[in-house]
């Protein structure tokens, strides 16, 4: 068989219809699959971030157990006082 023949054939103009509709026109085609596949890495890598911060949020909360590291915390970060107390901050 020639080239031109095989050309003519009607399952090879099918093929090429089939490959293109798969690729190209289909609603999974192989841009979509491309795009789904980096949002699904983005969304990997956020899980993972909050994950982490949960780990991190986990261990803070267990070394607040008794009230002299809560008086503390508050102290040093939200700059709570007890009554008569002044607070000067230094930067």
């Given at each position: ?9 009607f399952y ?6 089939f ?5 190209f026109?289909?609603?999974n085609?192989?841009l979509?699959?491309i795009r789904?596949?980096?949002t699904l890495?983005?969304l990997q890598?956020?899980?993972e ?10 261990t ?6 008794d009230?002299k590291?809560?008086e503390?915390i508050?102290r040093?970060?939200?700059l ?9 901050v230094?930067?």
């Amino acid at each position: 068989m020639t080239f031109f023949q095989r050309i003519n054939n009607f399952y090879f103009w099918f093929f090429v219809g089939f490959v293109l509709w798969m690729f190209f026109l289909d609603g999974n085609d192989v841009l979509n699959q491309i795009r789904m596949r980096q949002t699904l890495e983005e969304l990997q890598a956020e899980k993972e971030y909050y994950g982490n911060q949960i780990d991190l949020l986990e261990t803070k909360k267990a070394q607040i157990n008794d009230a002299k590291s809560l008086e503390e915390i508050a102290r040093e970060k939200y700059l709570m006082t007890k009554e008569g107390e002044d607070v000067y901050v230094v930067e």
